[in-house]
């Protein structure tokens, strides 16, 4: 029987390690958002697992909503982010809290970050659960909430994809060198 577990070389953080963070992370959003119905916005599709862990763990009211953000390289080389399924109404005026599942470049975060201002929200906030910082390229936008710092590896699963596969991997794992240089 062929699963995901194959093709991973190394487990780099356990489903434990990250339940365990996660848990922290909640508590955190807790105590800074007390009284404050915060809306959680997460970006899809990779984020998934990540928000579902930490609401169970987060006590305080909150709210979430959901969307999707794409970003391609143009003719002209220039970046370029497709936003979709915003519902505008339910983020003005709200102290939202961007849930991401890795900050890599920096450059998806920063292009909804630039659109989410233009709702005129309460305030923006930022939590990556990993963040790549020898890979970022847009300076000055670094998240409030971290969960782990990682190395510039090819990592996969908890949301976490390669072509779409490896999601449901459990762990975040580093991905073997032979599956993606095929
Ligand atoms: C991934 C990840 C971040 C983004 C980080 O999303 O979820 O949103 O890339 O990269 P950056 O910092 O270099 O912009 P992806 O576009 O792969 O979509 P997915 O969440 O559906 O996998």
């Known amino acids: ?6 093709d991973i070389k190394e487990i780099l953080l356990t489903n434990t390690q990250l339940t365990g963070r996660i848990a922290e992370l909640a508590k955190e959003i807790d105590v800074d958002y007390a009284g404050k119905n915060p809306v959680l916005l997460c970006l899809l599709k990779g984020s998934v697992p990540f928000l579902g862990k930490l609401c169970e763990f987060i006590s305080i009211p909150m709210t979430y909503e959901c969307i999707r953000v794409s970003s391609y390289i143009d003719t002209t080389s220039s970046q370029n982010v497709k936003i979709q399924n915003i519902n505008l109404d339910s983020l003005k005026g709200k102290d939202i809290l961007i849930i991401e599942d ?21 305030s923006i906030e930022i939590m990556t659960l990993l963040s790549k910082p020898s890979r970022r390229q847009v300076l000055g936008l670094e998240p409030k909430y971290i969960g782990f710092i990682i190395p510039d590896a090819f ?3 908890f949301g976490l994809d390669y072509n779409e596969n490896y999601r449901n991997y459990p762990h975040i794992g580093i991905l073997k060198e032979e599956i993606y240089r095929d």
């Not at 920063?110 to 005129?120: D, F, H, P, R």
């Open 155 to 157: 990592v996969v699963g």
């Open 102 to 122: 890795i900050i890599d470049t920096g450059i998806t975060l920063e292009a909804t970050v630039k659109y989410l201002y233009s709702i005129e929200p309460k």
């Open 1 to 6: 029987m062929k699963t995901v577990h194959s």
